[in-house]
């Protein structure tokens, strides 16, 4: 079993940065796909960045040049680098894990098999 546990949400004003961070449990998190997910209130979980134990990172459409997504796998750790951050970025954001060595599709939620509790993210105007 992969625990997740996100960190580094907060307030910040249009324009700032943030840096989340989720830990993760086990042994096998080199060999798994991580992933960030958001949910803003009132809407359905979206996808917006995943790191493939490939090494291939993908990114929402609405977060490309201003998210990076990384990893350490030595500290079992992802990262997310939020910079120019904008009101409609505001949410609950999740890590997720994926089965090792998993190899589908990586921008849908129900791929996922690891959640962990969210960190909240608030971007003020």
């Known amino acids: 079993q992969v625990q997740l546990v996100e960190s580094g949400g907060g307030l910040v004003q249009a324009g700032g940065s943030l840096r989340l961070s989720c830990a993760a449990s086990?042994?096998?998190?080199?060999?798994?796909?991580m992933g960030w997910f958001r949910q803003a209130p009132g809407k359905e979980r979206e996808f917006v960045a995943t790191?493939?134990?490939?090494?291939?990172?993908y990114y929402t459409d609405s977060v490309k040049g201003r998210f990076t997504i990384s990893r350490d796998n030595a500290k079992n750790t992802v990262f997310l680098q939020m910079n120019s951050l904008k009101p409609e970025d505001t949410g609950v954001y999740f890590c997720?894990?994926?089965?090792?060595?998993?190899?589908?599709?990586?921008?849908?939620?129900?791929?996922?098999?690891?959640w962990g509790q969210g960190t909240q993210v608030t971007v003020s105007s």
């Open positions: 997720a894990a994926a089965r090792p060595y998993y190899s589908g599709i990586v921008t849908r939620a129900s791929m996922y098999d690891y």
């Open positions: 086990g042994r096998t998190f080199s060999s798994q796909t």
């Open positions: 790191l493939t134990w490939s090494s291939s990172t």
